[in-house]
């Protein structure tokens, strides 16, 4: 089996996803995917995720960005798929921006 290409997404996550563990529960499945890239908070209020791996992985993380977690209320996921650069070496929290 031929291992699946590379891909990269940009997401950004809104709705109730500030001060409900979303960045901790994003870093724990990324990593349990096996993905790279990062999760931090936006000023604006929503969380904004940067993550390359291979598409079905990532898929599976989109899936679990628009559940969230339990206290989160997610009302709207805005995804832009990329070329992967390669540049990430594991899957970490950033400081808000």
Known sequence: ???AEPSRFHA???GRVQGVGFRAFVVER???LGLK???RNRWDGSVE??????RPDLEKLLSILRRGPR???VTA??????????????????STA
């Open 77 to 94: 996921a805005e995804v832009d798929w990329e070329a992967a650069t390669g540049a990430f070496t594991h899957f970490y929290s950033r």
């Open 37 to 39: 890239g990062w999760v």
């Open 30 to 32: 990324a990593i349990e």
């Open 49 to 54: 995720v940067v993550s390359e791996g291979p």
């Open 12 to 14: 950004s996550i809104r």
């Open 71 to 73: 206290m989160a209320n």
């Open 1 to 3: 089996m031929i291992p």
